[in-house]
């Protein structure tokens, strides 16, 4: 089992940075590839940043290339998601997902371990 907890959210007026936080426990962190999505007011939850196990090999939606970046710290148990150039758009509940292999999933089946979830809320 893998228990996550994300931390980090607030709201940020557009153009400002936040990071996220995933804080990790249970089973061998190393070994998980993880992966951030996020679910906006009456949309779908998509996919939004995925990362290795080994951290080497990352990917983002279209939408965030450039603005985030995904990262782990396997030392700390703990994945990150830096957030810049926010956009009103990016408003959403951000949710850490665990998977159960070292390499790095786009879909939302391949995580079976979900976080909570943190608010994101960006101004105008």
């Known amino acids: 089992q893998v228990q996550l907890v994300e931390s980090g959210g607030g709201l940020v007026q557009a153009g400002g940075s936040l990071r996220l936080s995933c804080a990790a426990s249970?089973?061998?962190?190393?070994?998980?590839?993880m992966g951030w999505f996020r679910q906006a007011p009456g949309k779908e939850r998509e996919f939004v940043a995925a990362i290795s196990g080994t951290g080497r090999n990352t990917y983002y939606i279209d939408s965030v290339k450039g603005r985030f970046t995904i990262s782990r710290d396997n030392a700390k148990n703990t994945v990150y998601l830096q957030m810049n150039s926010l956009k009103l758009e990016d408003t959403a509940v951000y949710y850490c997902?665990?998977?159960?292999?070292?390499?790095?999933?786009?879909?939302?089946?391949?995580?079976?371990?979900w976080g909570q979830g943190t608010q994101v809320t960006v101004s105008s």
């Open positions: 997902a665990a998977s159960t292999g070292l390499a790095a999933q786009l879909r939302e089946a391949a995580y079976p371990y």
């Open positions: 249970g089973r061998t962190f190393s070994i998980y590839a």
